[in-house]
T-cell receptor
Framework: GAVVSQHPSWVICKSGTSVKIECRSL??????MFWYRQFPKQSLMLMAT?????????EQGVEKDKFLINHASLTLSTLTVTSAHPEDSSFYICSARVPLSDTQYFGPGTRLTVL | AQSVTQLDSHVSVSEGTPVLLRCNYSSSYSPSLFWYVQHPNKGLQLLLKYTSAATLVKGINGFEAEFKKSETSFHLTKPSAHMSDAAEYFCVVSDRGGGFKTIFGAGTRLFVKA
């Protein structure tokens, strides 16, 4: 199957700082990528849909000014958690949709811990 | 509106015995259905998908699932569990009515006993 990478795999930061997470589709071009958040022992919660060359579409309740998403190329989307606080600590997972398909391939996730 | 219900939060089986993870869905259109597996602190791996072709779908690692429209079900099965199958499993639905947005089930944790 298609490969999606995320970087970093884990990050620890101080409260008030910003953290950028990268999501790359390695062997296909993805016009649409998704960002999810997962709390311990829970399912994935869709945060936003990222479309290449346009503004991301955020789900209800997700602060667009706090979670900045950029999809500058067909293989890269970034999520920046701005002014991070301990409640932002979570597992963030991205996925990329194969063109002309509804199949998503997921990255390995990024564990964010805000102290 | 789409929805997906995984009927068991936890399933425990002995190694070598069959696995059944249950999933029911709701969709106004012909849905695509997926099963993903997630090992601890890892991303999701696609096990199999149904997209209106054969109703019995074979996936990786010996898993398969059967789409039953009359029952709105898409249960995941495996004839013989391995210790390495212990993980979290997610049933996912997607249809064009939701703009192909994917809806995740709550997940089923599979435990495999030696």
């Amino acid at each position: 199957g298609a490969v999606v990478s995320q970087h970093p795999s884990w990050v620890i930061c101080k409260s008030g700082t910003s953290v950028k997470i990268e999501c790359r589709s390695l062997d296909f071009q993805a016009t649409t990528m998704f960002w999810y958040r997962q709390f311990p022992k829970q399912s994935l919660m869709l945060m936003a849909t990222s479309n290449e060359g346009s503004k991301a579409t955020y789900e209800q309740g997700v602060e667009k000014d706090k979670f900045l998403i950029n999809h500058a190329s067909l293989t890269l989307s970034t999520l920046t958690v701005t002014s991070a606080h301990p409640e932002d600590s979570s597992f963030y997972i991205c996925s990329a949709r194969v063109p002309l398909s509804d199949t998503q391939y997921f990255g390995p996730g990024t564990r964010l811990t805000v102290l | 509106a789409q929805s997906v219900t995984q009927l068991d939060s936890h399933v425990s089986v002995s190694e070598g015995t069959p696995v059944l993870l249950r999933c029911n869905y709701s969709s106004s259109y012909s849905p695509s259905l997926f099963w993903y597996v997630q090992h601890p602190n890892k991303g999701l791996q696609l096990l199999l998908k149904y997209t209106s072709a054969a109703t019995l779908v074979k996936g990786i690692n010996g898993f398969e699932a059967e789409f039953k429209k009359s029952e709105t079900s898409f249960h995941l099965t495996k004839p013989s569990a391995h210790m390495s199958d212990a993980a979290e499993y997610f049933c996912v639905v997607s249809d064009r009515g939701g703009g192909f947005k994917t809806i995740f089930g709550a997940g089923t944790r599979l435990f495999v006993k030696a």
